[in-house]
Nanobody
Framework: QVRLVESGGGLVQPGGSLRLSCAGS????????MAWYREAPGKQRELVAT???????IYADSVKGCFAIARDNAKNTVYLQMNNLKPEDTAVYYC?????????WGQGTLVTVSS
């Protein structure tokens, strides 16, 4: 089944860092913009960062200067480096195309920022 698999989440103290990874099938990545999304408790899923097939990057205002998205097309993988994490970054993080394809949602990876 074609799906994306996220990893790298965990518990981190405020100010800490995590690196998320998302791997999937070539058919998902080829010529597609990819993105990281997050869903915090009680909130709607939101777009965090997106990277086009050619490397153009856009960040949500809330993560600019702290998060960095990257992709490795040879490995069909997209990454999210998260620095200076805050409690409000606590969420389940997902990757998908941008715009997302319903069939590609994975289980996500939980990031908890707490002291």
């Amino acid at each position: 089944q074609v799906r994306l698999v996220e990893s790298g989440g965990g518990l981190v103290q405020p100010g800490g860092s995590l690196r998320l990874s998302c791997a999937g099938s070539k058919i998902i990545f080829d010529f597609a913009a990819m993105a990281w999304y997050r869903e915090a408790p009680g909130k709607q899923r939101e777009l965090v960062a997106t990277i086009s097939s050619l490397g153009t990057i856009i960040y949500a205002d809330s993560v600019k200067g702290c998060f960095a998205i990257a992709r490795d097309n040879a490995k069909n993988t997209v990454y999210l480096q998260m620095n200076n994490l805050k409690p409000e970054d606590t969420a389940v993080y997902y990757c998908n195309r941008n715009p997302p394809t319903d069939a590609y949602w994975g289980q996500g990876t939980l990031v908890t920022v707490s002291s």
